[in-house]
């Protein structure tokens, strides 16, 4: 009987393959940890330098070098000038294999990849390192070329910006309001001056020079002898006007160069600012985006717009001397310069040369302000040379009787049967709580058309009508004209001021501009705008940043509001009427603002109108009778007009 061998019995299949995995895995391992053995020193040496150097650990990164002491002082400069523009570098930098290997030395090829701060984009480049053996350690045969391969001995690296092309503000056609333009920065050298005292004196007593002897000798006095000492900077043409008499005077010296300017310069001033050095001020507030020498918007509206305008400037890294720093050749590029990009402004230049033009001869602080009341766009901010800033936007002045549109708009809208036709009283004078008011120079009219009053700027017709209104009438109108409006401009500005409640005294002085009233300009061709057009649209100065329509007057108002405005200039003897023989329909109002505590007080003086799609306020500070003040003015802007 045949007998059969017992069967050997066989795993199973997945006990099998997970074996077969393991041994795989194993195998794996053995065959890493056998290719890491083999990792040559030298590589592994080189690879302990550019960790140490990109880690910004220059101790480290010396001691693995044939001259530590060399080495650490050379990389201390490199990574210094590495890290102007901020702190946080670092570098990630690899070995990628040898070459040249003998016995005693090697050349280990490596890339490099910097992150400089406040830079988005790494610095990179390729390099060598020449390994030598000492005794039983490989190091790094130091040369400045193991920090660059392009740096020589004695130099470092360090960074240099490259300014970016600026942006150019833009009127409303899209041309540009800044050009490069030739100036002449006249000022004093010390070191030839031979009679101080006499050059001051002969400088200061040309007025162009804008400057007094006393300012000229304590400028001097403090500066260096080799230190220019800058008097004042001028277009070229105004120079020429002064040449003959300060060119040849001894110790004077003259700096030639091209400035960004607007066409003329007075040119919307101080609305569209500067442009020039960055000031520390500006360097300090920018958070490490800008740096000395860095071109920037100074004041206004190249400050306020400057991150647009000046576009980001570039980075490149030179060679650079140990000995004084100058720069060498240029070792790569981390960034290109990238242009700003250009803003489009919404002032038209022949309305804005107008307002220019007609506060050229104003000894007086004085302001200018044109839009158009259908879109809120600014088409002119003017302000005269003696104005303290933009007073055009940012004053707040009370509004005198020009403020009487918001009057006049709250009793039509609280009395449906008031008109433009509707016969009120105009006494010389009228007393609420105990305080007596009256017209200017307490003129009497008697009994007239609505119209009238309005023309002859009655302060007692006002002031009845204004102590008739609901509590907080008054601010509402003038809200809805504009006033208060949350206005979104680049620059600051002002909207104006009224309490939202006012009795007594307080609310008959408001009633006529007065107590606790404030506007500016600006706010007073808005208001004069919006009664025109029936609705309020705050003002704008960027070109597509334009508001919608506020609430909306009722029309009737609207319609009896600009007839009143339309009898200040038309009627005969209105405070308005001078202005009559100008194209168009030309509508407004005359006010004069008293201020301050003298007795009797000062006056602003003011026009707040309308023509066309054109409103208009013209200010005076401290112009008193806005029949001698703000009217004339009135009528140069719209003859200056093209």
């Known amino acids: 009987m045949l007998t059969r061998a017992p069967r050997t019995r066989r795993p199973p299949r997945s006990r099998w393959l997970a074996g077969l995995v393991a041994l795989i895995i194993a195998a794996l391992a053995l065959t890493g940890c056998t290719q890491a053995k083999k990792v040559p020193a030298e590589q592994r040496a080189a690879q302990a330098y550019l960790d140490a150097l990109g880690a910004a650990d220059v101790a480290a990164a010396g001691q693995r070098t044939t001259d530590a002491a060399t080495a650490t002082a050379a990389i201390t400069r490199s990574l210094a000038r590495l890290s102007e523009f901020g702190s946080g570098l670092r570098g990630s930098l690899r070995v990628t294999g040898l070459t040249e290997r003998q016995p005693g030395s090697a050349t280990a090829n490596y890339e490099a990849s910097w992150q400089l701060p406040g830079l988005s984009t790494p610095w990179r480049y390729t390099g060598t390192l020449t390994m030598v053996k000492q005794a039983e350690d490989w190091r790094v045969s130091w040369a400045a070329s193991a920090i660059h391969p392009r740096l020589a001995d004695g130099s470092h690296l360090a960074l240099k910006r490259s300014q970016p092309v600026r942006a150019a503000l833009q009127d409303s056609s899209g041309a540009p309001l800044f050009r490069p333009t ?3 920065t006249v000022g004093v050298n010390p070191s030839a001056v031979q009679d101080l005292s ?4 002969r400088l200061a007593a040309v007025p162009q020079l804008q400057t007094t002897a006393g300012e000229i000798s304590s400028a001097v006095a403090a500066a260096g002898k080799t230190q220019f000492v800058p008097i004042i900077t001028l277009r070229r043409p105004a120079y020429e006007q002064v040449k003959p008499q300060i060119y040849n005077l001894p110790g004077t010296q003259f700096q030639s160069e091209s400035r960004l300017l607007p066409p003329s310069p007075n040119f919307a001033r101080p609305l569209l600012g500067s442009v020039g050095a960055a000031t520390a001020e500006i360097i300090e507030d920018s958070r490490g985006q800008v740096q000395a020498d860095d071109l920037v918007g100074l004041s206004g509206l190249q400050r306020a717009l400057d991150p647009q305008l000046r576009g980001t400037p ?3 890294v030179y060679s650079a001397s140990d000995a004084d720093a100058t720069l060498g050749a240029k070792l790569g590029t981390v ?28 000894s007086r602080p004085a302001s200018i302000v044109a839009l158009q009341p259908s879109t809120g766009r600014v088409l002119a901010v003017a302000n005269s040379a003696s104005a303290p800033g933009n007073i055009a936007l940012t004053g707040q002045y009370p509004a005198g009787s020009t403020f009487k549109i918001a009057t006049y708009a709250a009793a039509l809208q609280a009395d449906p049967a008031l008109t433009a036709g509707t016969a009120v009283d105009c006494p010389p004078t009228i007393t609420v709580s105990g305080r007596t008011f009256q017209n200017h120079d307490e003129v009497e009219h008697g009994r007239i058309p609505l119209t ?5 700027s009655c302060n007692t017709t006002a002031i009845d009508l204004g102590m008739k209104l609901p509590p907080g009438a008054l601010a509402e109108t003038a809200g809805r004209l504009g006033l208060g409006g949350d ?4 620059v600051p500005a002002f909207s104006g001021s009224i309490p939202a409640t006012a009795t007594g005294t307080e609310q008959a002085a408001e009633a006529i501009g007065q107590g606790k009233v404030l506007v500016s300009p600006l706010l007073m061709a808005s208001m004069a705008g919006a009664a025109a057009t029936g609705a309020s649209v705050a003002p704008s100065l960027v070109a ?9 007057l009722d029309a009737r108002v609207r319609t009896e509001l600009n007839a009143l405005m339309r009898a200040v200039v038309a009627m005969p003897g209105a405070t308005g009427h001078a202005l009559n023989d100008l194209p168009g329909q030309l509508r407004g109002k005359t006010g004069t603002a008293e201020f301050g ?18 409103a208009i306020a013209v200010f005076i500070y401290g112009g008193e009778d806005s029949t001698t003040g703000a009217v004339p003015l009135t009528e140069q802007f719209f003859t200056k007009l093209p």
Request: aromatic share 6%; hydrophobic share 45%.
């Open 314 to 316: 570039g980075v490149d």
């Open 452 to 456: 009238a009053a309005f023309g002859y």
């Open 198 to 201: 006499s050059l001051a004196a």
């Open 487 to 490: 206005w979104k401009l680049p």
């Open 182 to 184: 030739p100036v002449v």
């Open 597 to 614: 505590t003298d007795t009797p007080p000062k006056s602003h003086s003011w026009f707040a109108g309308v023509r066309g799609d054109l």
């Open 544 to 552: 597509g940043q334009q508001a919608a329509p506020g609430p909306a």
């Open 335 to 362: 960034a290109p310069p990238v242009a700003g990009k250009p803003v489009r402004l919404t002032l038209e230049r022949a309305v804005q040369a107008a307002a220019d033009a007609t506060l050229d001869a104003e």
